[in-house]
């Protein structure tokens, strides 16, 4: 399922926000911290973990579900949401553990990103010198533009109201 990349870019860009926030918020302890072979590998091991496990989690559960022949997706993706709309049997399981899988996997990363920028941006404003001030924002800039892609994305994607044309097709 397509979903556990989500799952791994969700982590790892809240692993690259606590980077930034090390960075900016305690530069002096950053290499104490984040150290290169330790705890890079480790919270990049964890991403791509937890991904792994979110698939493995989703897949068994939505691969059983009965398929009606006459139904037709209009997602070019194998996503779970889309797999749900196929099916012809009781999804309320399937519902339930996408939203407590998407809470936990979308919500609970955006929370921490939003505070780590929270932070930065408050240490950032406390910069006296404007040259070190934009040079602060402008490492900053990168980071923050990729995070607000991928979450608009994501909710343009998943949040949006069914469309009542696609379903009548169903």
Same mark, same amino acid.
């Given at each position: ?19 930034? =926030? ?12 984040? =150290? ?7 919270? &990049? ?15 068994? $559960?939505?691969?059983?579900? $009965? ?5 037709? &997706? ?6 779970? $949401? ?14 339930? #553990? ?33 040259? #070190? ?9 990168? $980071? ?15 949040? #949006? ?7 009548? &097709?169903?």
């Amino acid at each position: 399922m397509e979903r556990s990349g989500g799952t791994t870019e969700c982590i790892l860009l809240t692993v690259m926000a606590f980077d930034l =926030h090390m960075a900016i918020c305690q530069p002096l302890r950053y290499i104490t911290i984040i =150290h290169p072979c330790l705890l890079c590998w480790q919270l &990049g091991s964890m991403a791509w973990a937890i991904g792994l496990l979110e698939s493995v989690v989703q897949s068994p $559960p939505t691969l059983y579900l $009965p398929f009606c022949p006459h139904r037709q &997706g209009d997602d070019f993706m194998c996503e779970v $949401p889309a797999l749900i709309r196929l099916s012809g049997g009781h999804t309320t399981y399937n519902e339930i #553990q996408m939203a407590v899988t998407s809470i936990l996997i979308l919500f609970v990363p955006a929370s921490l990103i939003l505070v780590s920028y929270c932070a930065i941006a408050r240490a950032v404003l406390r910069i006296n010198s404007v040259n #070190q001030w934009r040079k602060a924002f402008g490492t900053c800039f990168s $980071p923050l533009a990729v995070v607000t892609l991928f979450y608009r994305s994501a909710i343009a994607v998943y949040l #949006q109201p069914q469309n009542a044309y696609a379903q009548k &097709g169903a």
